[in-house]
């Protein structure tokens, strides 16, 4: 099949990783993609060799000159309005999918799937990534798990200059602006700690706390998403932040703390908390309420901080985890399945 992508930057890197996952994996797979992006700035560094079967274009509002055989708007971005007349005009009329945000609350599963009609007679199919076998599933591409398999991470690291000194455990950190970032370098502290910055927030916000003793930190430079993924594989507890590296870190399988985007009406909090009835159903009950409690400090929905879970503990449920996730099918072959089913369902009656 033949894609067109659609992709606003809003803030933050998130939205420009999940596409261009998406349009790498489909290509990967044999399809032709054009990514639409109104910023591509961040691809610099995190895609600077770009993907075989992958046209990036920018965002523009003039017509195409034609239309692929589906089209994706990521995150509700909305096509330019005369790219939208143009899938008006074209026999048959192409596939209009909605690449929703990830969550696992309970409305992702009645809405996975469900058509919204616009004008011309086009239709908008609403597309919902999730945690279960009623949703679109998770981003995955074929071999990363037997990748996993064969990675030695301690080697890696050192390869990189980032080698922990025994005992040292080894953390990265990926968030956005972090109030609870100061109380959290003590209870790291308790073990003797590596702690890998990310730039952005995390290198800018640590650079300016003191240290306390027991941890070290390395502010490392802009990587690639291979390379980001393996900086997860190698990390015995993970910091990640949005939606992109949340998904990452949970194919790692290493303990994860999951700073989720703070929205002004709270409702982040509902968020975080369906995921996390998700992901620790039947881990034994004292991980769960520790791996909880650290997750609602860590987003600033409890006030007091407490131990971290034990991680050797919390790797083994991470692992039971992930082996459930690996039960549905991935996002891409469901997406290509769903663009396949619909594509002869479509009519244009303007």
């Known amino acids: 099949m033949r894609w067109d992508l659609f992709c606003r930057v809003i803030d933050n890197h998130g939205d420009l990783g999940v596409c261009w996952r998406l349009a790498r994996d489909l290509a990967a797979r044999g399809d032709a993609v054009r990514l639409w992006v109104d910023d591509a700035a961040a691809l610099a560094w995190m895609a600077p060799r770009g993907a075989d079967g992958v046209q990036l274009l920018a965002w523009t509002e003039a017509a195409p000159d034609d239309v692929a055989d589906a089209v994706v708007e990521a995150f509700g971005c909305d096509p330019p309005a005369a790219f939208v007349r143009a899938m008006a005009q074209r026999r048959p009329a192409p596939v209009w999918i909605n690449l929703e945000y990830l969550s ?196 600033g929905l409890a006030a007091a901080a407490a131990a971290l879970p034990d991680l050797a503990a919390w790797r083994g449920w991470q692992r039971v985890w992930r082996q459930r996730l690996l039960a549905q099918d991935d996002l891409t072959t469901q997406l290509r399945r769903f663009a396949a089913v619909k594509a002869g369902q479509t009519l244009i009656t303007c």
């Open 104 to 299: 696992a609350e309970a409305y992702v599963e009645r809405s996975h799937g469900l058509p919204s009609p616009q004008a011309c007679g086009l239709t908008k199919w609403f597309f919902y990534p999730g945690f279960t076998p009623r949703t679109g599933g998770l981003l995955r591409e074929p071999g990363l798990i037997d990748d996993m398999a064969g990675f030695d991470g301690r080697a890696w690291l050192a390869a990189q200059g980032w080698a922990p000194q025994p005992p040292e455990r080894v953390v990265s950190l990926f968030c956005y602006e972090h109030p609870q970032l100061p109380a959290w370098l003590p209870a790291l502290a308790t073990q003797p700690t590596l702690l890998l910055a990310t730039p952005g927030p995390a290198s800018r916000q640590l650079r300016a706390l003191p240290r306390p003793p027991g941890l070290r930190s390395i502010e490392l430079p802009w990587l690639t998403q291979p390379d980001y993924d393996r900086l997860l594989w190698a990390c015995d507890l993970n910091a990640v932040r949005g939606e992109d590296s949340f998904v990452r870190a949970q194919w790692a399988a290493a303990p994860m703390l999951w700073q989720i985007y703070p929205q002004h009406d709270g409702v982040h909090a509902a968020k975080l908390e369906a995921w996390l009835s998700a992901s620790l159903d039947g881990a034994p009950a004292a991980l769960a309420a520790a791996a909880r409690h650290a997750h609602r400090h860590w987003n």
